[in-house]
């Protein structure tokens, strides 16, 4: 069974920084693409940054010079760093992951999603 764990969510002042970390557990063949997203209260989901297996990464204008999305391939784990973090980034952050069960077979997995407040 495919797991994708996130951690490293809490609660920050304005201007701090969190890192979080995605890893994925389980038995499968290979891991693909990643992402993060995130859902405030009230909002839809939202992408905040993703990564392909070969390292090309992808950022929402919002975040663009204060994030930075990466990735260990032999660990199956993916990092979200984020900087000069802004209240509005205040959101439930979630990671997802395509993985490729078998050599044929690949699904869109998801994390159990962790907390990001920042105060102002």
């Known amino acids: 069974q495919v797991q994708l764990v996130e951690s490293g969510g809490g609660l920050v002042q304005a201007g701090g920084s969190l890192r979080l970390s995605c890893a994925a557990s389980?038995?499968?063949?290979?891991?693909?693409?990643m992402g993060w997203y995130r859902q405030a209260p009230g909002k839809q989901r939202e992408l905040v940054a993703a990564?392909?297996?070969?390292?090309?990464?992808n950022y929402a204008d919002s975040v663009k010079g204060r994030f930075t999305i990466s990735r260990d391939n032999a660990k199956n784990t993916m990092y979200l760093q984020m900087n000069s973090l802004k209240p509005e980034d205040t959101a439930v952050y979630y990671c997802?992951?395509?993985?490729?069960?078998?050599?044929?077979?690949?699904?869109?997995?998801w994390g159990q999603g962790t907390q990001v407040t920042v105060s102002s």
């Open positions: 997802s992951s395509d993985i490729n069960t078998m050599p044929t077979y690949h699904y869109l997995f």
């Open positions: 389980g038995s499968f063949f290979r891991v693909n693409n």
């Open positions: 990564i392909t297996s070969g390292g090309n990464t």
